[in-house]
């Protein structure tokens, strides 16, 4: 065997790319179309106002999108912090001690990650059904006054299916903590709390990151599970482009499109930055 | 000196299987021991045997099933770690891989609430100490295992503790470094004059450095004493045979008479051994003898003389060590020095030879 790579492992390699990112790559590019159907590029745009930035500026006029990627980052935002906390203490947790359904309790934690998301998706939507029904009923509630889905249910979905994944990486971490390093603290006059905070968690912070990474991404482009679980006021972004491609696809959905990779792909390079700080 | 640093008073450890929460296992079976200020005590033991976690029931990390911890006379009851005015280094050195040198000998003196101006010098000075100026702008995994060894040291000198713990320190440094740090360990120990309590199953390392030491076996302290104690008159057979090399040669008590006893070995010899306490005759017993407390062909006349036949010769340099088949079939061995100009062996394979040594230097151990 020589060392000289082989010009069709190369080719292979870019064809996977190409398939990757070619579909990305036109859905930038139609965010620049001058027609209004998504189906051929006619010419750039070049409108006023904003010119070839025509339909990013059509977009921030369409309140609708405004309130739905309002709503995507708040959702996101807030069960990425709590999964991520609740997540980090049951690794934390499940790590120390001994307990009696120990087993079980671990792998009842990760079935949110195998089961299908429709099915989670319609349980939790009986769920939420069933408790607003009862508490409706109990304090005789009616009209506006009752409750119902909204951003507070999709919250919770999300914490709900985070939390695992949360979980994964923060014991992964875990697994190669060497617990003297913390008895060592202890030894050395730190109590439980500013252990914790000195030693523990600056010494598992890449897994917590890379846990709330994860969160984070899975809030964002969830879509399965909002659908069932979201309620008047509470449409995000997934949910509104669906909403949009049963009409017709404009430019403007491109360019939502475009916006969102550039939030996703800034998110991803602050955590790979901080991942490695931390590290 | 007399006072007391620490006292362990009829100390029980248990353990329960963690898997099966069935099994209960006495990890430290009544254990009871006094630590003088200023003394260096060594635990000494085969793993399993309990030490570590008695030091650990010293720090605080595990709490006893019953008995009492007591530190400068102070019950420790269920004190946590960060309330013991004692300090541990550990193992596997436990430093902390986030913070720098400087930060980690300063975390001590900082949870302390040592005022800030006075932490920087105090941590040159413990750094100084170990011989490492200069380093603290490092991070741990930047140094060498024996680099990080020290560090771990100031970290937990530098709080002036009434006692450190050390659990095996050395045990994963190489052995030319082993020796030096052990030496340094020592003359460290003398200048602070604090009081170290050293856990190590290198029985070496225990004869070198300890003023006391206490041999422990299956969560029992079997004997305490200092070197020559623990070597010249171990107190079992688990302690003569853990403590450097030793020859066993079962036999039968045939008469006592104060101090020493006259022990009936097999093809009808005799031999002559110390015995502490009375035992009846007829018992089955085991006379200890250290084989460079024999001699091959000696002029002088000892109460125990043997023939045998040369059976092995092993030249290791400093001394030669013989195997010999008594007449009784014991096999024992012997160890000569090589302490004349261009040694020549005393003997040659097959040869027959006498062996001969004192009833001082046989003891005779029950078990």
Redesign the interface.
């Known amino acids: 065997m020589s060392n000289r790579r082989s010009p069709w492992l190369t080719l292979f390699t870019f064809g996977v790319y190409i398939f990757l990112y070619a579909p990305i790559v036109v859905l930038i590019l139609f965010a620049f179309n001058s027609s209004r159907q998504n189906v051929v590029f006619e010419s750039v745009v070049n409108k006023e106002p904003c010119g070839v930035f025509y339909w990013f500026c059509a977009l921030t006029n369409n309140s609708d999108a405004i309130d739905a990627a309002g709503n995507t980052l708040t959702i996101a935002i807030t069960s990425t912090i709590l999964s991520t906390i609740i997540g980090t203490m049951a690794a934390l947790g499940l790590q120390r001690y001994?307990f009696r359904l120990k087993s079980f309790s671990e792998v009842s934690l990760y079935i949110p990650i195998v089961i299908p998301e429709i099915v989670m998706g319609i349980s939790l939507l009986v769920l939420f059904n069933g408790i607003f029904n009862g508490l409706n009923n109990a304090m005789q509630l009616a009209g506006d006054q009752r409750l119902g889905l909204g951003l507070g249910t999709v919250i919770v979905s999300h914490i709900a299916f985070s939390v695992p994944f949360v979980v994964l990486t923060v014991r992964a971490r875990l697994h190669s903590f060497?617990k003297?390093?913390e008895?060592?603290?202890?030894?050395?006059?730190?109590?439980e709390w500013?252990t914790f905070r000195?030693?523990t968690l600056?010494?598992i912070m890449p897994g917590v990151l890379s846990g709330a990474m994860l969160a984070f991404t899975l809030s964002l482009d969830d879509f399965i599970i909002t659908f069932f679980t979201n309620g008047p006021g509470s449409t995000t972004l997934p949910i509104y482009v669906y909403g949009l491609l049963r009409r017709t696809i404009t430019p403007e959905v491109n360019a939502l499109s475009t916006v969102w990779i550039m939030v996703v792909l800034i998110a991803l390079i602050v955590s790979r930055r901080l991942q490695r700080r931390?590290a | 000196m007399g006072e007391l640093a620490v006292e362990l008073r009829d100390v029980v450890k248990e353990f329960s299987d963690?898997?099966q929460?069935r099994e209960v296992v006495a990890a430290v079976n009544h254990v009871s021991l006094q630590i003088h200020d200023g003394e260096f005590f060594s635990l000494l033991g085969p793993s399993g045997c309990g030490k570590t976690t008695s030091l650990r029931m010293i720090?605080?990390?595990e709490l006893p099933t019953s008995g009492d911890v007591l530190i400068q006379g102070k019950p420790m009851g269920r004190t946590?770690?960060?309330?013991r005015p004692?300090?541990?280094v550990?193992?596997?050195y436990?430093?902390?891989?986030?913070m720098t040198i400087g930060q980690n000998v300063a975390?001590?003196l900082e949870?302390?609430g040592v005022p800030k101006a006075e932490i920087g010098p105090r941590v040159q000075e413990a750094l100084a100490m170990v011989r490492l100026p200069g380093y603290d702008k490092r991070k741990p995994r930047q140094l060498s295992g024996g680099q990080q060894q020290r560090v771990a040291l100031a970290?937990?000198l530098v709080?002036r503790p009434a006692v450190l713990l050390l659990d095996e320190p050395l045990g994963a440094l190489d052995l030319k470094l082993r020796k030096e740090m052990q030496l340094e360990l020592k003359t460290l120990q003398r200048e602070v004059g604090i009081t170290f309590i050293y856990v190590t199953h290198d029985q070496e390392e225990a004869l070198t450095m300890s003023d006391r030491i206490a041999v422990m076996n299956r969560g029992k302290v079997l004997q305490v004493g200092n070197s020559s104690d623990i070597y010249e008159t171990p107190n079992c057979r688990f302690v003569a045979d853990f403590i450097g090399e030793m020859n066993f040669i079962k036999g039968i008590i045939q008469a006592q008479a104060g101090r020493s006893a006259t022990v009936g070995l097999d093809g009808g010899l005799t031999v002559h051994a110390r015995c502490e306490q009375s035992i009846a005759a007829g018992t089955e017993i085991s006379v200890a003898v250290r084989p460079e407390k024999m001699n091959i062909d000696s002029s002088a006349k000892m109460d125990n003389e043997f023939q045998g036949r040369v059976v092995s010769i092993v030249y290791i340099g400093t001394d030669t060590h013989y195997g010999i088949r008594l007449a009784g079939d014991q096999l024992v061995r012997v160890r000569e020095q090589n302490n004349t100009p261009g040694s020549r062996p005393l003997a040659s394979e097959g040869a027959e030879v006498k062996v001969s040594f004192a009833a001082e230097a046989a003891r005779v151990l029950t078990a």
């Open positions: 001994t060497d003297s390093v008895e060592a603290a202890m030894d050395l006059g730190a109590n500013t000195r030693v600056p010494m931390a | 963690s898997e929460i720090a605080g990390f946590p770690p960060f309330q004692v300090n541990t550990f193992q596997n436990a430093l902390f891989p986030h975390f001590g949870m302390k970290r937990a709080n």
